[in-house]
């Protein structure tokens, strides 16, 4: 199995460049260092040479730098003395958000390819801005309207009236009903957005009575949603994820929610209905939201977490119920102390009567 | 971002009417006022307007009541006081099964445009009922039986010998194999019915090898299958969906699982391979059922609770290990107290050593 | 609604035979019992009968076996005693892999049908083997590498440059891209491989900037990815999927995540990017693993762990936060005896002021 010497395997990415150094560290928003050195690409520290740009940003990984080959690396203030002297240092208190520029520069995401694939199935009332990419066997529906430069992948089918804005992507075999959709919104492969919510009323009898699900699904500007996540539609209201919001895999955002800006979703964590989420929040891998639920800005849930109440702002919650993190690592602490306690004794019966029995992990 | 004044956007929902009071009335099944009133739409409290209905289930949203401009307003003979002087009120034990009655009335279920589209790759011994309506570029297999009013959406793919009965909707991108469905069966977008389970042998050298899966899935009358959900086909037995059962968006359903009548399963849950649940069991968001369990019926498991053990007809568990609700709870509030009892030494060694260190939530 | 009398329902398999007992014997790697039989199919114990072939492994069901009317039984050695005097015995140490080949050899995996549906949307520079098969609307890529063999479903879409070796199967509806993919890799319906991570830089001013995706997916041989399961590409280095690993259903597998052979990872698990799992590693269903850790060889994850610390080889871990599993049932049982020495205090103070608040399932 081949694997690659260093990221951005030409068979798969277009690589502009080279890069001078002074280019570079524009880019990085940083004084440029006085030294002349062509770059060629971006490789981690590990497997970098005197052609790459590198950086350090998780310090987990401090020790790669003082071994680096690269030619030069985006570093914080702290770490240059650790740079070794092959190396230029581009210094910066942002490594990471330097780092997204520098590596941008070099690896741009490719633009649209202007028109419709012949392929596609395409309503005769659709409204497509001609700059706009219509991938192989999309299918867009009635009085759809796409903006410039979408770029719509193979399979994705847009529903009847859905609205884009402005420099979207929708990946392949992404399905959008019942949606206004702002600018730069990017929309993974597999995504589900629009269909009916979770909703229904149950008789004296048992029988689920379907509840007409009559909202709307807004994305605002620069939203993200990642692969294979659903975002049902309201019920009454509409369901909204607020501007540049980020939603990793396997997300699931029930009808009614409404979340503020910026907010940070992890892979596979659910939000059931009518919850709101104020500015900022973020929510750690596999945590749940229970319905009706207030969460305020800037609020951090830990992952797996269970929130069943109100979260007032900027407070760090974990656990399952969830409770604050300083809370939960106490009760953690404390029941561990309690049954090391309790082991002594128990050790001398299990010498008789044999040890715990363990469960399957699956 | 434009938003909506009120539900049943016209850009993508159909609305009938107007419809008087007395007809709406008697579609809730109940009493009518005697008030002459012509009712255009329905819209939730905060926005409705002097032609809208709307209703009252929650009483989380009770204070949205008294404000209401609302013409109608359905709800519980216990809130009937609180309706504003400018409404009607429409009385009723069931307001929520009402609202879903009056809610179809104004905007039912689209009906099937009978056809196949020209795009669609039908095999040409697939039996299709004449009033079925077939999306474009769907892909229909070998043998598969169509019924009346069936609406398969675009690219979905029935595989070869897939039979649906009548009024069946399958969305966008959905794929059934080896799977036998009843009536009025809802499967959502990106569904994926009748896959291979998870089943291997393990060889004594560690070689994962492959148990074919023979047995088949069966969805009965009335299942609906949320959004990027999975339901794997038998080994050896089927795995069933009992009638009237809903699931969620991005369930997961092992092979040869057996669901009863009527259940409810929310997102992001998992059932383990052969286990087994009698009707009516409700399943919370992201809660599992470990395999070859025993779930009695009328059960309720709580949101993220994990059930390694059977559980009797008629109880609610929670927390993982799962356990009653009572004892879990009464747990919670112990842990907590001696959590709290622990703090103030803890926090004269704090001042010395520093406090805990928090985890991160990604 | 129908069921199936056995396993095989013709309308979805295809079986072969009648096999000798002799031959499959052979086939179960077992020595063959002094009888003549001719066997029809493969059954479960409770409704085979004597033309079937059957199985005891989960001893959960060892009733069953005593009651069985199938001809041939596979069992270990322990049980050959429950086996009834009508069956066969067909005894091994191994039953439920002697199982997986005996099932195989009544209903093998269909081989590829050659060719390329001419629904398909296929670059003119992509290599397609002869031998493989191409289903309706299926997209592949420029320059993308199909091997011998493969079966293509349909709607998969293959991106450009993408790489599959021979016997590779790709479920309908799956996509993948900057992927380099082995022999005897089975991807299911609905998979994502290769779509950016989920890698972001938040400036001072909380805008989240992308940081490019630039590595690729490694899927070694032998490696199966289950529906609606998520892989993404790596960020710098590659997220490698390690030979003979297997993936269940709606699995997130992270950007760099390095997984090595033979792992088993049960639904709705997930991993976060850039942590490094060794041989042979279990993962439980909704287990989940934060970033940056290193678990090592046979390391078994209990269902639902959350898992935040590095795990050494050999060890059982389950909770969240989660620590090897002989002290998670020690804390369990502690809590569960301090709650229950607390509870006639508290029955009496509940008399005077009401029982706990329940919480909801949903």
Redesign the interface.
């Known amino acids: 199995?081949?694997?690659?010497a260093?990221?951005?395997?030409a068979?798969?990415?277009h690589r502009t460049g080279p890069h001078t150094l002074a280019v570079v560290a524009k880019v990085a928003q940083t004084e440029a260092p006085p030294r002349h050195l062509m770059l060629h690409g971006?490789?981690?520290l590990q497997v970098a040479t005197a052609e790459h740009v590198s950086f350090l940003d998780?310090r987990?990984y401090a020790d790669a730098l003082a071994d680096t080959k690269a030619g030069a690396v985006i570093v914080h203030p702290d770490m240059v003395s650790r740079v070794p002297a092959s190396a230029v240092a581009i210094v910066t208190d942002?490594p990471?958000?330097a780092?997204?520029?520098v590596?941008?520069l070099?690896?741009p995401?490719p633009p649209a390819v202007a028109g419709v694939?012949p392929?596609a199935?395409v309503a005769a009332d659709a409204e497509i801005d001609p700059t706009a990419e219509i991938?192989?066997?999309a299918?867009i529906g009635s009085?759809a309207q796409i903006g410039p430069r979408c770029r719509i992948?193979?399979?994705a089918?847009l529903?009847?009236?859905v609205v884009l804005g402005s420099d979207c992507r929708v990946?392949?075999?992404a399905?959008l009903?019942?949606a206004?959709v702002?600018d730069r919104v990017n929309v993974?492969?597999?995504v589900?957005i629009g269909?009916?919510g979770?909703g229904?009323?149950?008789?004296?009898n048992?029988?689920?009575?379907?509840?007409?699900q009559?909202?709307?699904v807004?994305l605002?500007?620069?939203v993200e949603v990642?692969?294979?996540s659903?975002v049902?539609r309201?019920?009454?209201?509409?369901t909204v994820i607020g501007a540049?919001s980020?939603l990793?895999?396997?997300v699931?955002i029930?009808h009614n929610v409404r979340m503020g800006?910026?907010c940070?979703i992890?892979?596979?964590a659910?939000i059931?209905g009518s919850t709101i989420l104020e500015?900022?929040v973020?929510?750690?891998?596999?945590a749940?939201l229970?319905?009706?639920l207030h969460v305020g800005r800037r609020v951090?849930?830990?992952?797996?977490a269970?929130v069943?109440a109100d979260v007032p702002a900027g407070t760090?919650v974990?656990g399952?119920?969830a409770?604050p993190?300083?809370?939960f690592?106490?009760?953690?602490?404390?029941?561990?102390r309690?049954?090391r306690g309790?082991?002594s004794a128990?050790r001398n019966r299990d010498k008789e009567t044999g040890?715990?029995t363990?469960?399957?992990?699956?």
């Open positions: 199995m081949e694997r690659s260093f990221a951005g395997d068979r798969f990415f971006v490789a981690p998780n987990k942002q990471y958000v780092w997204a520029r590596a941008a070099f690896f995401v694939h392929s199935v991938g192989p066997l299918v009085r992948g193979s399979h089918v529903g009847d009236g990946g392949a075999h399905s009903s019942h206004i702002g993974y492969p597999g589900r269909q009916e979770f229904f009323a149950t008789t004296p048992g029988h689920h009575l379907t509840i007409p009559l909202g709307r807004i605002e500007d620069d990642g692969a294979n659903t049902d309201g019920s009454l209201h509409d540049g980020r990793d895999n396997l699931q029930g800006r910026g940070v992890v892979s596979q659910g059931s500015d900022q973020m929510m750690g891998g596999q749940g229970t319905g009706h951090r849930i830990g992952a797996q269970g069943m760090e974990v399952s119920p409770q993190v300083r809370s690592f106490r009760e953690v602490a404390v029941l561990r309690l049954a309790s082991t128990k040890p715990d363990d469960t399957s992990t699956s």
